[in-house]
Every structure is written in C-alpha cells, then in structure tokens.
C-alpha cells in the first residue's frame, strides 16, 4: 500500500482542504455518516486510516471508554495527536493491512475513505469481524466503485471547462487505477458493488445500511456542489458482526 500522504507537497495541500481544517462538519457526506453510528457509551472503538483524528474525537465525545486511531501516515498521526489528543485516544503509526485485530476486543470498528487503497478488501473484512466483539458494528465510508471506475476519476469537458459526463471504464476490472488528486499521481484499488457487499456477507456480516453519499441541502451552494448530485462518490455501509 502507498502512503501518498508522506509526500510533503500532497500532505500540505491536502491541509488546506476544508474537511481538512474545519473537520467533520466541512465533510459533505458527515451528515449521512453520523447517524449511522451506534451508541458509543462506555464501548472500544478501532479507527482504520484515522487521518487527522476527527473520528476518533467524536467517538470520545459519544462516551467512547476506549478508542485507538491507525494511520499508515506518520504525517496524519502527529496531525491527529495536535488536533484530536483525549485521555480515552491512542494514536499509532499502522497500515490497515498490518494492524494485528485481535479476536474480540472491539465493539465498533470505523473506517472513513481509506478502504479504497486496500487491494485485498475481502482479508480485511474477515479481520475486522474476528476483531469485532459479537454483534459489534463496522461502518465505513469508501470511495463509489461508479467514482473509481471513472476515467482517470474525473469529468469529461467541454470546450469551456463543463462537466459533460462521468465517464465510466472497465468497471468490471477490480485492480489499481492511477488518478491525480491535490497534484499528486495517486493509486487506489477499484472494487465493484458486488465485490464490496458479497466481501462482508460471505465474512460474516449482516448488512444494516447501505446508503450513497450526496451533499446536504446547506451544501448545494458551495461552487461544483451540485455536481455532485450527477454521480455518486461516496458509498456507505454500516454491517453487524454476527458469530
């Protein structure tokens, strides 16, 4: 898994974003995400690509006796410890794909637009539900496969800099696509619908929500907000862990 985000440029201009400085409520999809976040009174919570620690620190704030924040960005952590330190958060320096899940030792597992670097998704899914406790809580938010399937993740222009259309290619080619985002090459890991909701019911989950990201009311007058209603980009699943 590449960190992009250990790069000094892509990190400094990923600071300037808005979900970067005002945090979750600058995020478009945080007012689908937040309700579907179960009770958090006195229960552990793992937090897979943590980021700056937002999460983490609303975990806290919903009485969360436990939460710990992975992050492979050593950049993102030190961020994190700046921004969203508390007595309850531990912080560490963690790819999701190494982190050890221990069987049983979590009640909510959360994961916030980091899934989509995973190649393997299906290894993860079966690891977060041996390290969830029985009928524990996994809800995560990654990048649409309609959004990673896009050519070259981007609209197609008119002459005047329109969108025209979100093209779509190989959408049935699960792999690597390489993109440039905050002027940077980044590579993520396209997955299908089907790869993502079969992943977790054959791992053992049961679906309780599954819900497309779109930009509040409120949001619509932010310029290019309204594109966003045009194609999704954003998919979010909350699963039970059943034993």
Request: charged share 25%; with cysteine.
């Amino acid at each position: 898994m590449r960190n992009e985000y250990e790069n000094e440029a892509f990190f400094q201009q990923y600071a300037q974003m808005p979900r970067s400085q005002a945090g979750l409520s600058a995020a478009g999809e945080w007012h689908q995400l937040k309700p579907l976040f179960p009770p958090l009174e006195g229960k552990s919570v793992l937090d897979l690509g943590c980021g700056y620690g937002w999460h983490c620190k609303f975990a806290v704030e919903q009485g969360a006796r436990q939460v710990l924040g992975i992050d492979l960005s050593q950049k993102m952590i030190e961020e994190a410890k700046r921004r969203n330190s508390g007595e309850s958060i531990l912080y560490r320096v963690c790819g999701i794909d190494e982190y050890e899940y221990p069987e049983g030792v979590w009640d909510c597992v959360v994961s916030n637009l980091a899934l989509h670097y995973i190649e393997d998704l299906d290894s993860v899914f079966k690891k977060v539900h041996r390290t969830l406790k029985k009928d524990g809580i996994f809800l995560f938010n990654i990048e649409h496969p309609v959004f990673t399937a896009g050519v070259g993740q981007d609209w197609a222009y008119d002459e005047d800099g329109t969108p025209l259309y979100w093209p779509i290619d190989q959408y049935f080619m699960p792999g690597e696509r390489i993109t440039h985002f905050l002027g940077c090459e980044v590579r993520k890991q396209h997955h299908t619908l089907t790869q993502i909701l079969m992943g977790l019911l054959r791992s053992g989950f049961v679906l309780e929500a599954v819900e497309e990201a779109e930009p509040s009311a409120e949001m619509l007058d932010i310029p290019g907000m309204r594109d966003e209603l045009r194609r999704p980009m954003m998919l979010l699943v909350r699963a039970r862990a059943i034993h």
